[in-house]
C-alpha cells in the first residue's frame, strides 16, 4: 500500500514539474513558443547545423509558427528569440537600466568567468577604453604599413605554394598579426605554439557542451587551458624582463596593473588578451573567406572592386608607397562589398542579454531574469528590408553611411557593446583584398561548401588557385 502512495507521489510531483517547466509563470502574457523537454529544452534542435546561408532551420521554423518574438530554453536556461528589429533595437538601447549582457554558464566556461562579454557597468567601459588604445583609429593608422606587409607577404608565399585552405591560411596570417600586436608573439621564436591551442579551442567551440573526456567541448576547454598557461606564463616573462619602451598590448597591461589603486586584475587583463586574440582572427579570417568566394563567383563584382583598387595606384604620386589612411578611406565600393559579406555571413548568430526586470513590448511579457537572444541573421535576411536577401548585392550599400549598428544592421553588435574591433576588421579585410586585386588572379578549386551552426559558421574545404600577375606578366601557380 505504501508503494503505491510512493509511486502516485512520484508520479503526481513528476507531472506538475514537467507541468511548470512547459508552462513557467508570468505577470502578464509570455510570447507564443515551446520549453522542450525539462532541462533540456529545444538545445539539441538549437545546435543543428545549417548548410545554407538561410535563416537557421530552428529560427525560420518557429518564426512561421510563432512570429518575430517566441520562447524556448536552451542549456536549461528559458529564452526569448527576438527576430523583431524594433525589439532588438530597445534591447541595445535600454542595456544597463532594462537588459545587460549575459551568456550561458558554458560561455563563461569557454571565455573565462572575467570576459569583457560578461562584464558590466565601469569595468566593462575601462576595458574598452583599454582595447580602444589598440583598435583606435590613430593605433590603426600606424598599423596599416604592418597589415599590407602581412598581406602581400601571404599572397607571395601562397603563390609559390600548392592548392591552401583559404580560412587556414587567412586565420594564420591575422593570428600572427594580431599577436604581434598584442604580445610580440612570433611563432618562429616560440618553443610553444599559441595558435594550435586556440586551433583546439575553435574545433569544440560549437559542440554541444558535454564536458566528458574525448567530447568537442572537453577539447575546448582543454585547449583554452593550455592557451591561458601559454598567455600566463609570456606575461610573467615580460613582468620580470619588462621592455624599455611601451610596443604592445602587454606593455599597456602591465603599467596598468602597477597603477596604485587599479581595477585591472591579471585574471581579467588575461581572459580579454584571450578573447582579443580569439576574436580578431576567426571571425575576420571566417569574413575573408566568404568575400573572395562571392568575389569569385560574381566577376561583374570582382571587376568593379578591382577597378577601384587600380584607380587608387594610378592616382599615387609614387607607385611604390603603401597603402595611406586617406586612400582607406576611398575605398567606398570596398566597403560595400565588406557590408554585404558581413551581412550574409552572420557570424554572430546571437547576441545574449537578460532581462533585469519584467519588461512589457509588443502585447508580451519578458519576465525579470529571463535571457534574451537577438538574431541578427533573421535582421540581416528579412525579404521587407533586403530585396532578394540572399543575394551577393553590394550596390544595395550605395549611399548608405553605417557608422554604428542600425536597426537592419548589426553584424557587429549594437548599443554600448558595439565591436571596438569593427575598424581594425575592415582595415585588414580592405587591405587584404586590396593586395589581391591588384596584383593577382585566381580559381576557386572545389565546391566551396558551407557548414554553419548556431556558434561560427565555418566554410567547408573552401580552397583557392591563384594566378600571379606580377607587372603585366602572368605566371601560373597553384596557391
Known sequence: MWLLFIGALAVISITHWVYTWMNPKCSGKLPPGSMGFPLLGETLQFFSPNTSFDIPPFIKQRIKKYGAIFRTSLVGRPVVISTDSDLNYFIFQQE???????????????????NVGSLHGFMYKYLKNMVLNLFGPESLKKMLPEVEQAANGKLRQWSNRGVIELKEATARMIF????????SYDQEKSSENLRENFVAFIQGLISFPLNIPG?????????????MRMLKKLLQERRENPKKQQSDFFDYVLEELQKEGTILTEAIALDLMFVL???????????LTLAVKFLTDHPLVLKKLTEEHEMILKNRENADSGITWKEYKSMTFTIQVINETVRLANIVPGIFRKALRDIQFKGYTIPAGWAVMVCPPAVHLNPAKYEDPLAFNPWRWEGVELNGATKHFMAFGGGMRFCVGTEFTKVQMAVFLHCLVTKYRWN??????????????????????MVVNDKGEREQHEA
Open 96 to 114: 544597463g537600466r532594462l537588459f545587460q549582457s549575459w551568456y550561458p554558464e558554458t560561455f563563461t566556461e569557454i571565455f573565462g568567468k572575467q
Open 176 to 183: 600572427d598579426l594580431t599577436a604581434k600586436k598584442l604580445i
Open 215 to 227: 567530447t568537442a567541448y572537453n577539447k575546448c576547454l582543454e585547449g583554452r587551458k593550455r592557451a
Open 277 to 287: 586574440l580569439f576574436a580578431s582572427f576567426e571571425t575576420t579570417s571566417l569574413a
Open 444 to 465: 576557386a578549386i572545389g565546391g566551396g561548401n558551407i557548414v554553419r551552426t548556431p556558434g561560427l559558421q565555418l566554410p567547408d574545404g573552401y580552397h583557392v588557385q
